[in-house]
């Protein structure tokens, strides 16, 4: 089988000053992927892989840079999926971990539970021993910006500590030039977020998922999206997999992932797949989201209705990328 991985980045409109960060992030992490598979690693390995370098560039709202909740607090969410065997594991309310998806890998793989949330998740990590981080080490100048920015809640009593405690002096002027930049969005909160997901085939035929983020700006403490949801967040078979972005509680009501490999096992293509799932949650809902899709003979799909999507995607013959409608350049290998 030809191995084969996409990567997306989030689904929302994103600012000008944030472009080239998320084409070269998302690039940078389906190739990093692209690589384990090529040595002959697993799907699981590629897409955990994949993600924990998105959670690791704090342009993303997944790991460092996770937005803020509305105490100004950083609570993650993270999923991952091994599609031939059915088996998944999830996190949900997570602290102080750099690398959500990898602590829902150990979910999977040491529990015989689905998800763990909160203070047992917590526990979970310490006794395994994962390194754990101070919240200014997660809180980044990207997720202070975005979190002002685009959150529903009110961070104004947050920003001047942050700033003055985690944003070095010089700085200040890049973070205020992003508070304009972000500002400039109309409605940024409604247009989707930036999780971070993939998908990966590799040489065996067995598909993989993962999907990572530091949930909705402003959320309620305790507010837990699609992304660790298995069918809504993450989803994969022997047929395809899906990893989905956006606004959670939209996704969460149409079981976006489970629907989009339920298209492919009807018959349809992966970008077809992709599209009527979409459709569907816009329908349903009016919901803002976008998917990537891999179906079981390694082609990719994708699709999204927000202002942008940043994906990528490798494979032996050829490289494909894409942020606004309607853009697939393709580069050769």
């Given at each position: 089988?030809?191995?084969?991985i996409?990567?997306?980045g989030?689904?929302?409109?994103?600012?000008?000053?944030?472009?080239?960060?998320?084409?070269?992030g998302?690039?940078a992490?389906?190739?990093?992927?692209?690589?384990?598979?090529?040595?002959?690693?697993?799907?699981?390995?590629?897409?955990e892989?994949?993600?924990?370098?998105?959670?690791n560039?704090?342009?993303?709202n997944?790991?460092?840079?996770?937005?803020?909740?509305?105490?100004?607090?950083?609570?993650?969410?993270?999923?991952?999926v091994?599609?031939?065997?059915?088996?998944?594991?999830?996190?949900?309310?997570?602290?102080?971990?750099?690398?959500?998806?990898?602590?829902?890998?150990?979910?999977?793989?040491?529990?015989?539970?689905?998800?763990?949330?909160?203070?047992?998740?917590?526990?979970?990590?310490?006794?395994?021993?994962?390194?754990?981080?101070?919240?200014?080490?997660?809180?980044?100048?990207?997720?202070v910006?975005?979190?002002?920015?685009?959150?529903?809640?009110?961070?104004?009593?947050?920003?001047?500590?942050?700033?003055?405690?985690?944003?070095?002096?010089?700085?200040?002027?890049?973070?205020?030039?992003?508070?304009?930049?972000?500002?400039?969005?109309?409605?940024?909160?409604?247009?989707?977020?930036?999780?971070?997901?993939?998908?990966?085939?590799?040489?065996?035929?067995?598909?993989?998922?993962?999907?990572?983020?530091?949930?909705?700006?402003?959320?309620?403490?305790?507010?837990?999206?699609?992304?660790?949801?298995?069918?809504?967040?993450?989803?994969?078979?022997?047929?395809?997999?899906?990893?989905?972005?956006?606004?959670?509680?939209?996704?969460?009501?149409?079981?976006?992932?489970?629907?989009?490999?339920?298209?492919?096992?009807?018959?349809?293509?992966?970008?077809?797949?992709?599209?009527?799932?979409?459709?569907?949650?816009?329908?349903?809902?009016?919901?803002?989201?976008?998917?990537?899709?891999?179906?079981?003979?390694?082609?990719?799909?994708?699709?999204?209705?927000?202002?942008?999507?940043?994906?990528?995607?490798?494979?032996?013959?050829?490289?494909?990328?894409?942020?606004?409608?309607?853009?697939?350049?393709?580069?050769?290998?």
């Open positions: 089988m030809e191995p084969c996409i990567v997306h989030g689904a929302f409109n994103i600012p000008e000053s944030y472009v080239t960060r998320y084409k070269e998302t690039k992490a389906a190739k990093f992927g692209y690589d384990i598979l090529h040595k002959g690693g697993t799907a699981v390995d590629a897409v892989a994949a993600v924990n370098q998105l959670e560039n704090s342009a993303f997944a790991g460092h840079g996770s937005v803020l909740t509305a105490a100004g607090t950083v609570e993650m969410d993270a999923i991952i091994d599609g031939k065997l059915l088996k998944t594991g999830a996190v949900g309310c997570v602290e102080n971990i750099a690398n959500p998806v990898s602590l829902a890998r150990q979910v999977m793989e040491k529990t015989s539970h689905c998800l763990l949330v909160g203070a047992g998740a917590m526990k979970f990590a310490k006794d395994l021993n994962f390194e754990l981080l101070s919240t200014q080490e997660l809180i980044t100048k990207d997720s910006c975005k979190s002002f920015c685009m959150g529903e809640g009110t961070f104004d009593k947050h920003i001047e500590l942050y700033m003055n405690k985690i944003i070095k002096a010089n700085d200040i002027n890049d973070l205020e030039a992003c508070f304009k930049e972000m500002m400039k969005k109309e409605k940024l909160s409604e247009s989707g977020h930036d999780t971070v997901g993939a998908v990966a085939i590799d040489i065996k035929g067995n598909i993989a998922c993962a999907t990572s983020t530091g949930g909705m700006p402003g959320k309620m403490l305790g507010r837990v999206g699609d992304s660790p949801i298995f069918g809504s967040g993450a989803y994969a078979n022997t047929e395809g997999g899906c990893s989905s972005t956006g606004h959670g509680e939209s996704l969460m009501k149409t079981i976006v992932c489970r629907e989009a490999v339920r298209y492919l096992e009807d018959g349809f293509t992966a970008m077809e797949a992709s599209e009527k799932a979409i459709s569907l949650v816009l329908q349903q809902t009016g919901g803002r989201g976008g998917i990537i899709l891999i179906d079981k003979k390694g082609n990719v799909g994708y699709a999204f209705n927000t202002g942008c999507m940043a994906w990528a995607s490798f494979s032996s013959k050829c490289f494909a990328h894409g942020l606004r409608t309607g853009e697939h350049f393709v580069e050769p290998m």
